[in-house]
């Protein structure tokens, strides 16, 4: 299916002449997990905010599914669903009440209501909690909450800004399951500070920063830039790096700490093998050797605070 | 759509004791002061000689109700009314029903119809205990009709003004305060400029076109006051929203 879920082209939001978010396309096809990355201030929020017709943009356009957001904001809106950073919960209601309210606002057809808010209890997990106030919820039980009101109405779209803020690893856990399962038919947008969450969760990637988007692809390609060709090779008796070059396919060799040393190697060869063998042979006392991956945070902050390296080869 | 947010707001009202509480002190209040003038009645009329001076015990006993009701009336609603849009503010709640389906303008008059719906619990316990007294003697239902309608009029006239003041602001006592402030002037407006009769202030005062109603007397032209009235403060309301999204 290429069905397009959303069109964003050149979102551009300006806060008293200060681009908090400018020029920002993209494009979401059914089936697809977006993740929105970025350090805080980055405008994340702000670019989800007219996404779901919150905020109006200064210049751009919103497209869900075909449906203009500025020119059919209502028809537009009944295919999201959204949770905002701040859970919009009325306190004073019950769980049941407030997605009773939850689905009849997002038109959903009086017979079906009760149905809608039984499903969305049971794919959060809320359903023991149906008599209580939200206000005596803990704060992960009340994230529940604000991702049921969200997807009750069985949304194209589910925006989710930050949606694993305050949950315990095991709720992350199925909170996670929980995006990939709604992914898979309908497409959502996450936004996190969590990176590998994004690794874990996402198809595709955006990378925004001061309002510009640095980097926006599949989750592969961040991936690939994560891996690299690079090994971490630990030595008792190390040699010298002329030493190590001479084993072919490698490019590059750097010490490192406690008796590493980082060598980098060509696209398409693996010296693994001939790096055991070579130190079988000279009795370098090889101990370890290990692909020396960059933490997806080294990615990110060479994504946000330089231009964007050319592809390690 | 709009019936659902009204649904949603006395649902807010009723889910914690406030809109009891407040229904039954009001309630308590009319009914005092319906049974003190029904007991003054006789005393009175009994002092009066001649027939100039006697009127009907609808008369007496509703002037002393409904005077009562439009007065207690200009503080409870700006104490209803300031949580409509101010705490949604604070509470961040706003994108919730922003990201509905719904447009402004239905959320404005949904909160808007919820207030009045709820105060109006009110305004037909007051005219079926005046009902009441059909049982003993004969009464001039059109009296309370009149009555009942103009303070229905003057009471959405104060929701309206309040769920404007309300989206001012993040700060539910300040809208309190501020809506009280501005319906209290618009109330005595026409005790300043008393010496003139003709003057264009003394008609923008609502207690004025209330008068009318008082005296049982449905006037087109205070109905039309108050209802441009109401439409003016919902229009700025949703004016009010609108600058939210466009200016974030």
């Keep these: 299916m290429t069905n397009l879920t959303v069109e964003a082209s050149e979102l551009t939001r300006l806060y008293g002449g200060r681009e908090a978010v400018s020029n920002v396309s993209f494009e979401l096809k059914q089936g697809e997990v977006l993740g929105f990355l970025g350090p805080n201030g980055a405008g994340k929020s702000t670019t989800m905010k007219m996404l779901t017709g919150n905020l109006a943009p200064s210049a751009g356009s919103v497209r869900i599914c075909g449906i203009d957001m500025i020119e059919n904001p209502k028809e537009a809106k009944a295919l999201i669903g959204y949770l905002p950073e701040m859970r919009p919960l009325y306190k004073e209601f019950t769980v049941d009440e407030y997605l009773t309210i939850a689905a009849r606002l997002h038109r959903v057809a009086g017979k079906n209501i009760k149905k809608a808010v039984e499903t969305a209890k049971e794919r959060c997990g809320l359903t023991h909690m149906s008599k209580r106030l939200i206000e005596n919820l803990s704060n992960g039980y009340q994230q529940r909450v604000g991702i049921a009101q969200a997807i009750i109405h069985n949304p194209m779209v589910v925006i989710l800004d930050e949606p694993t803020v305050g949950l315990d690893p095991i709720q992350i856990r199925d909170i996670r399951a929980l995006i990939r399962e709604i992914g898979g038919e309908r497409s959502v947008i996450l936004s996190t500070h969590i990176l590998p969450e994004v690794e874990m969760v996402c198809d595709h990637v955006q990378i925004i920063d001061k309002g510009k988007l640095v980097f926006n692809g599949g989750i592969d390609v961040l991936k690939r830039q994560r891996i690299g060709n690079k090994l971490l090779i630990g030595f008792n008796q190390a040699p010298t790096v002329a030493e190590l070059l001479k084993i072919k396919g490698l490019t590059e060799a750097e010490v490192a700490d406690n008796n590493m040393m980082r060598v980098r190697f060509a696209e398409g060869v693996a010296p693994h093998e001939a790096i055991v063998q070579a130190a079988v042979k000279n009795k370098w006392g090889l101990y370890q050797i290990a692909p020396d991956q960059t933490s997806l945070e080294d990615v990110f902050v060479q994504l946000t605070y330089q231009e964007i390296e050319p592809e390690a080869s | ?248």
Excluded: C
């Design chain 2, 1 to 248: 759509m709009i019936l659902n947010i009204a649904r949603k707001e006395l649902k807010s009202v009723f889910a914690s004791p406030m809109g009891w509480i407040i229904l039954a002190l009001l309630m308590f209040a009319f009914g005092t002061y319906y049974l003190n003038g029904v007991n003054d009645y006789f005393e009175v009329m009994s002092g009066a000689i001649r027939p100039a001076e006697r009127s009907g015990v609808t008369q007496f006993v509703g002037q002393n109700v409904y005077g009562l009701a439009s007065f207690i009336m200009l503080f409870a609603v700006p104490l209803l009314s300031m949580r409509l849009i101010s705490e949604e503010r604070r509470n961040q709640t706003l994108p919730f029903l922003f990201s509905a389906p719904l447009s402004l303008t239905e959320i404005v008059l949904g909160k808007f119809i919820g207030l009045v719906a709820f105060l109006s619990i009110l305004i037909i316990y007051i005219a079926l205990m005046l009902f009441t007294l059909n049982i003993w003697t004969d009464i001039d239902f059109g009296y309370i009709l009149a009555n009942s309608l103009g303070l229905f009029l003057l009471v959405a006239s104060f929701s309206a003004l309040g769920l404007y003041f309300s989206s001012l602001t993040s700060q539910p006592v300040v809208a309190a305060i501020l809506s009280f402030i501005a319906l209290f002037a618009l109330m005595i407006l026409d005790r300043f400029f008393a010496g003139d009769p003709s003057s264009t202030m003394a008609k923008l005062s609502l207690m004025r076109h209330f008068q009318s109603f008082a005296g049982g007397l449905i006037d087109t032209a205070d109905i039309a006051y108050f209802v441009l009235f109401i439409i003016t403060f919902l229009t700025l309301t949703i004016r009010r929203l609108d600058a939210d999204r466009l200016r974030g």
